[in-house]
């Protein structure tokens, strides 16, 4: 109809949808320095919602968060926290924060509602199911710690996508993450300050490397005998240990960092001095730094054990004596049972049968 008065949408705006929210700010006139300073006060300085939206004319309409807080778990022995939300779907994820002694922060997020690569020591494997989480999702894990954070008086120092899920099976997504977090214009996080860790995705990390070349990548590869890695890790089948190896060499060609070599230590597996000799001879000549992580042990693999912590330090010792920059890593959060999938199996599962997914049809890339 001529004539006819446009009135702009009223629909509630996501925080991490930037085309709406500049949308929404051209609708209702709003000088552009009004949405830079609610960005800057969410996504930097991790300001509370209600502080944070007090100065933004059109606060009613904007929508902070992606994710429900369902419940926080606080270690009583160490730093660890881990939280439970819960996505729109009704799905669980987890996110674990680690205050580390020396003061740093350090926030795991999931990239997955459970993980298609299905490893043998991972609870986040047994959950029969695989679907990706979004970019908000992702990001609201990081907004959500660094509020819970800041209001501790400490800030989030590092961002480690080791949580649930295969980050490289949900490209798309993490890349749009990473654009985020990296931005100016958000989260201005340091490329640096970013690990992303796979089971072994090659064509995924040689992506990312060029996309992001500072930002950190881990290969968990926890046994280079062929047949001990398929067995913990049944995506070796597809992306074998040669393949793997030609991967970090061209990455260490891309990147003017080292590659992560994580290495899962279970006892009568992978934790023999033979089995150190095997490691070194396979990163021989590479620029690799190699962590040393003990196992938290689970219920659905009672079959896998963790090994001592003196024969860790013999390991360690032999990969040092070897040339190979080792750190062995402490595990937080035992009590809270920190291995990200194990407080929502069973509740995921129940939801996805209640929508009637196909909980065979689990994508293997």
Same mark, same amino acid.
């Given at each position: 109809?001529?004539?006819?008065?446009?009135?702009?949408?009223?629909?509630?705006?996501?925080?991490?949808?930037?085309?709406?929210?500049?949308?929404?700010?051209?609708?209702?006139?709003?000088?552009?320095?009004?949405? $830079?300073?609610?960005?800057?006060?969410?996504?930097?300085?991790?300001?509370?919602?209600?502080?944070?939206?007090?100065?933004?004319?059109?606060?009613?309409?904007?929508?902070?968060? &992606?994710?429900?807080?369902? $419940?926080?778990?606080?270690?009583?022995?160490?730093?660890?926290?881990?939280?439970?939300?819960? &996505?729109?779907?009704?799905?669980?994820?987890?996110?674990?924060?680690?205050?580390?002694?020396?003061?740093?922060? *350090?926030?795991?997020?999931?990239?997955?509602?459970?993980?298609?690569?299905?490893?043998?020591?991972?609870?986040?494997?047994?959950?029969?199911?695989?679907?990706?989480?979004?970019?908000?999702?992702?990001?609201?894990?990081?907004?959500?710690?660094?509020?819970? +954070?800041?209001?501790?008086?400490?800030?989030?120092?590092?961002?480690?996508?080791?949580?649930?899920?295969?980050?490289?099976?949900?490209?798309?997504?993490?890349?749009?993450?990473?654009?985020? +977090?990296?931005?100016?214009?958000?989260?201005?996080?340091?490329?640096?300050?970013?690990?992303?860790? *796979?089971?072994?995705?090659?064509?995924?990390?040689?992506?990312?490397?060029?996309?992001?070349?500072?930002?950190?990548?881990?290969?968990?590869?926890?046994?280079?005998?062929?047949?001990?890695?398929?067995?913990?890790?049944?995506?070796?089948?597809?992306?074998?240990?040669?393949?793997?190896?030609?991967?970090?060499?061209?990455?260490?060609?891309?990147?003017?960092?080292?590659?992560?070599?994580?290495?899962?230590?279970?006892?009568?597996?992978?934790?023999?001095?033979?089995?150190?000799?095997?490691?070194?001879?396979?990163?021989?000549?590479?620029?690799?730094?190699?962590?040393?992580?003990?196992?938290?042990?689970?219920?659905?693999?009672?079959?896998? &054990?963790?090994?001592?912590? %003196?024969?860790?330090?013999?390991?360690?010792?032999?990969?040092? %004596?070897?040339?190979?920059? *080792?750190?062995?890593?402490?595990?937080?959060?035992?009590?809270? %049972? %920190?291995?990200?999938?194990?407080?929502?199996?069973?509740?995921?599962?129940?939801?996805?049968?209640?929508?009637?997914?196909?909980?065979?049809?689990?994508?293997?890339?």
């Amino acid at each position: 109809m001529s004539g006819e008065f446009h009135r702009p949408c009223l629909d509630p705006v996501s925080i991490f949808d930037s085309e709406s929210m500049e949308q929404l700010r051209k609708d209702s006139r709003l000088d552009p320095e009004l949405l $830079r300073a609610l960005r800057n006060s969410l996504f930097k300085k991790f300001e509370a919602d209600d502080v944070a939206l007090a100065r933004f004319p059109e606060r009613e309409r904007v929508v902070c968060h &992606t994710l429900e807080l369902f $419940r926080r778990c606080d270690s009583q022995v160490d730093g660890a926290s881990k939280l439970l939300l819960k &996505t729109a779907a009704g799905m669980l994820i987890e996110s674990v924060i680690l205050r580390i002694a020396t003061g740093r922060s *350090t926030l795991c997020v999931s990239s997955q509602v459970g993980c298609a690569a299905a490893c043998d020591f991972c609870a986040t494997g047994k959950m029969g199911i695989a679907q990706n989480l979004s970019s908000a999702e992702i990001l609201d894990q990081v907004v959500q710690t660094g509020q819970l +954070l800041a209001a501790e008086g400490r800030r989030l120092h590092n961002i480690v996508f080791m949580g649930m899920g295969e980050p490289f099976h949900n490209q798309d997504h993490l890349f749009q993450t990473l654009e985020s +977090l990296t931005s100016p214009k958000l989260f201005n996080r340091s490329p640096g300050s970013i690990l992303v860790s *796979t089971v072994g995705v090659p064509d995924g990390m040689l992506r990312c490397a060029e996309r992001f070349p500072k930002v950190n990548l881990a290969l968990s590869l926890h046994s280079v005998n062929p047949e001990v890695r398929r067995e913990l890790i049944p995506l070796t089948k597809k992306h074998p240990l040669d393949e793997l190896q030609r991967t970090l060499k061209e990455l260490n060609g891309r990147q003017s960092i080292p590659v992560m070599i994580e290495y899962l230590m279970l006892a009568g597996k992978n934790d023999s001095l033979d089995d150190a000799a095997e490691l070194i001879n396979w990163l021989n000549g590479l620029d690799v730094h190699v962590n040393l992580i003990p196992y938290n042990e689970i219920e659905d693999a009672p079959h896998l &054990t963790g090994t001592e912590d %003196a024969k860790i330090r013999a390991f360690a010792s032999q990969l040092k %004596a070897s040339g190979l920059t *080792t750190t062995v890593r402490y595990s937080l959060g035992n009590d809270i %049972a %920190a291995a990200c999938g194990q407080l929502v199996r069973k509740e995921n599962r129940q939801q996805a049968m209640a929508n009637n997914w196909d909980l065979s049809q689990i994508p293997e890339s």
